[in-house]
């Protein structure tokens, strides 16, 4: 026999199952419109893939999540987009959001299905794509997509797989007619999931005052080793923490997820959509919800398609709108008052309560706190409702976070018990809704300082880069110049002594034709013989032209380099403006020489 633990608080709330188990779960029907939802679980919206006007068929993808943590929607039946819109959905603000509305053709023909012989002769990643592409989620939460729970961090390996069928919360008898009628669906469902898990342990827990459904998954499970375990009727023994409390004796640290501590939970619905996604190959597009209430006149377990309005349900289960005071969605203690009863039916809706004023009356008008204790004594988590409230109620939300806010699962046991009528659970949605606002405007705040500081290394490093290359270039530029002025300082001295030689023979020549000149003797005859016996040979007039031209050529060249090493701030300026300063004088001295050579020779 297994062995149970305890968990604190709880209570003992009138159950009001029996209203909706009086007869087998019945087919809801198609209505004349569908709305489809784009997001219905936690994660990514996903995108509508098919155009308004065209034909699909049951089964067929019609929006996916192309990025990020989600799950395809598909078609409930087969028919013809008719839009893709704002409609009201189920949330507690009443809210809207972009739903695919399909009309119905009555044919209710299907796509092709790939059904899987033996899932064992897959590769388990092979199995969680087709469960993530049939599109299951969550049936008994907030939706978490199946696929990834399914996919614990590879350092926590899942020792314990917990099947929820406790359905602790008053009137909702979904799952315990699910496990009545669909037990070998549930335990199929169960050892394709073991099956990619591993786990040591498979465990179904089922509370007490659900016999029928006890039966069912006893002989369903004979010759395995599939553990039902039944555990005693209390709220919220079927809360996720508390279940796994109840069966292993431990308790999930504050702010982690039971994977943390070996144990993963799955709800008896996503059994059976898992199952019917492996050995049907048929997507999640319809699930077992509970219509009940006494403003109706057949209430009862309808297998609903996905999409399904509320108010085809209720004319569907004989609604009396006379004696209707409130139409609630989901229990009682958790559920919330629908604005609107036009709003679909999604994956995570297990029960609509059509109530009358008897049945659930107005809430009393909220009373101060009588520091009582009652909340303290019931809470499941061992929490401080009373300190949780003031915060909450002030604004102080920090305080609030810091005594474990966010521990809190909503179970509504605190509002229950409350002798004031203060509706507490309201006052902590509202605080954990605005520090999630606060949280994300902080992480949009983060991320655009983090954009900006990236900016600034950016342009600090694109100009460090700018100066370094301004530096590289002038270095170049200053190792070239200094290659430039060896090479002319060079050559310079290469041409110096004939440039000197010249210069002297020049001024010899110029003296003899002065000397001839006074003797009385022609210069002309000097010119016009070169080289006279015992005589010095005459001026050259065109090596003297020579001579002026290169002298002008070196001077520009080193008045250009001159100029560039100005330009630049270079070292050797003083040097280069020396050489300049020097080729002036050749150039100066070689225009003299080849003047006085012209004179001669005239």
């Not at 003031?390 to 046991?413: P, Q, V």
């Not at 509002?415 to 949009?444: F, M, N, T």
């Not at 701030?569 to 280069?576: C, P």
Request: glycine fraction near 6%; hydrophobic fraction near 40%; aromatic fraction near 4%.
């Amino acid at each position: 026999m297994t062995q149970l633990w305890d968990f604190a608080g709880g209570i003992h709330p009138a159950e009001n199952k029996q209203i909706s188990t009086t007869r087998p779960i019945a087919k809801a029907g198609i209505p004349e419109l569908l709305v489809l939802p784009l997001q219905q679980h936690i994660g990514e919206p996903a995108e509508a893939c098919v155009a308004i006007g065209e034909r699909v068929l049951k089964g067929q993808k019609i929006a996916d999540v192309t990025g990020g943590m989600g799950v395809p929607v598909h078609a409930s039946t087969s028919g013809t987009i008719e839009s893709v819109s704002l409609h009201p959905v189920p949330h507690p603000s009443g809210m809207s959001d972009w739903c695919i509305t399909l009309r119905p053709d009555g044919k209710d023909e299907w796509t092709s299905l790939n059904p899987v012989a033996n899932y064992r002769d897959l590769e388990r990643e092979t199995v969680l794509d087709l469960i993530r592409e049939a599109g299951i989620s969550g049936m008994g939460g907030a939706g978490f997509p199946t696929s990834i729970k399914l996919r614990p961090p590879k350092d926590r390996k899942v020792d314990t797989l917990i099947l929820n069928g406790a359905e602790c919360e008053p009137y909702i008898t979904a799952d315990d007619m699910s496990m009545r009628e669909k037990a070998d669906e549930i335990l199929a469902g169960l050892r394709v999931m073991a099956w990619i898990l591993r786990p040591e342990r498979c465990v179904v827990a089922v509370e007490d005052n659900k016999p029928e459904a006890i039966a069912a998954l006893t002989k369903a499970s004979e010759g395995t080793q599939t553990e039902i375990a039944v555990i005693p009727t209390r709220y919220p023994s079927g809360g996720e923490k508390q279940l796994i409390q109840i069966l292993t004796g431990m308790e999930v640290p504050s702010g982690g997820i039971p994977a943390d501590i070996g144990v993963m939970c799955q709800n008896v619905g996503t059994a059976i959509a898992v199952s019917a996604a492996v050995f049907r190959g048929e997507p999640l597009i319809s699930r077992i919800t509970t219509v009940t209430g006494h403003a109706l006149a057949d209430p009862g377990n309808f297998d609903v398609l996905i999409g399904t309005p509320i108010e085809y349900l209720m004319a569907r289960a004989g609604i009396h709108q006379a004696a209707l005071n409130r139409l609630v969605l989901g229990g009682p203690m958790m559920g919330y008052t629908l604005e609107t009863p036009a709003v679909p039916v999604v994956k995570t809706t297990n029960c609509v309560i059509a109530a009358t004023r008897a049945e659930l009356p107005d809430p009393a008008p909220e009373q101060p706190c009588i520091r009582c204790g009652a909340c303290a004594e019931a809470c499941p988590m061992e929490l401080l409702p009373q300190q949780l409230f003031w915060y909450s109620r002030a604004g102080e939300f920090d305080k609030a976070e810091h005594l474990n806010l966010f521990d809190c699962i909503e179970c509504g046991i605190c509002s229950y018990v409350c002798p004031s009528s203060i509706p507490l659970v309201q006052y902590y949605r509202a605080a954990k809704g605005e520090i999630r606002v606060q949280q994300a405007e902080q992480l949009k705040a983060d991320r655009a300082r983090e954009r900006f500081e990236a900016r600034q290394a950016r342009l600090d490093r694109e100009q460090q880069e700018k100066e370094q290359r301004r530096k590289e270039r002038a270095r170049a530029a200053a190792e070239a110049q200094a290659k430039k002025q060896a090479k002319a300082e060079n050559t310079e001295a290469q041409e110096q002594p004939a440039n000197d030689r010249a210069a002297r023979a020049a001024q010899v020549q110029e003296a003899i034709a002065r000397k001839k000149t006074k003797a009385g003797r022609p210069a002309a005859t000097a010119s016009k013989t070169p080289e006279e016996p015992g005589g010095e040979p005459a001026p050259d007039i065109e090596a003297l032209e020579k001579q002026l031209s290169q002298a002008t050529a070196k001077l520009n060249t080193m008045q250009s380099m001159l100029d560039d090493a100005k330009a630049e701030n270079a070292d050797n300026v003083e040097k280069l403006e020396r050489a300049v300063t020097k080729n002036h004088d050749r150039v100066k001295r070689a225009e003299e020489a080849l003047a006085e050579a012209q004179t001669t020779d005239s």
